[in-house]
């Protein structure tokens, strides 16, 4: 791309965002003139987590994010989520929403825990518009809410990324990374990653026109039948998205990975896990 095509580019780009931002502004004008938000903290300037909220009041340790301090290329920052706190017997973290409060769609993904995750550690790479804040709320099985967020220095607007193809076949090469070995009832990492453009549905071609929105919305990990590991993804997730998680089997057995996109189509994989 030469350095003018860029500059257009990006101008275009941040208008796009820019009148994304500026009608959500306006319709939430007086909701951001609400006594609520007297404290500066950042999951309570979004209406986005106040509403995951509600009146709870959320534990601000326990809850860790790791990203770059400065990003170069805002179309794929890599972010990783994990709960370090203490729970309550027999509690477990089953939900952890991801948000960035720059974007014009703030929700980035929301993942669903089950005992089968055995540990709340999840890794991905997002895109971000601007220098911004990221926000994680991590929900337990029992009710508890914890908070934090990091901020992230964006040189390139990540909605400057290149768009794949948008056939079917961007979802027929999912790639599954599974230890050789695990022990039952331990956390196992798992890496997944498979070919799709995420198209936010905000850029424009080379002719102005809006591209539509094309994105996988739905990841599911099923063990013998049993859910273990499910994810939401938004607009926020970088093209070709990448997982990383863990799994707790506790017995040997079939292994299901699907993802499912906005067009309705889908892929699978299927493993058979060797438990000792």
Known sequence: MSLLAFIQANRSCRRLWRGMTFATIGLGVFVLAAPSLASNEPWQRLDATRQLL?????????????????????????????????????????????????????????????????????????????????IAVATSQQGEHFVTAREVRITVSGCLVRSGGTTPEALSNPRVNLPTGMSSGEPAEVRTLINHPMETGLREDANGERMPRHIIERFHVSLDGETAFEAELHQSVSANPYLRFYLTPQTSGKAEFSWQDNSGNTARHAAELDVS
Do not use: C, M, W
């Open 54 to 134: 509600g009146d709870a009041t959320p534990r601000t340790q326990g809850l860790e994010l790791d990203l770059p301090h400065v990003s170069e290329d805002g179309s794929a920052v890599p972010l990783t989520v994990r709960f370090t706190g203490e729970l309550g017997e027999g509690d477990y973290i089953k939900r952890i929403d991801l948000f960035a409060n720059g974007n014009p769609y703030p929700e980035i993904a929301a993942f669903h825990l089950t005992p089968l995750s055995g540990k709340a550690e999840i890794s991905t790479r997002v895109r971000l518009n601007e220098t911004q804040q990221v």
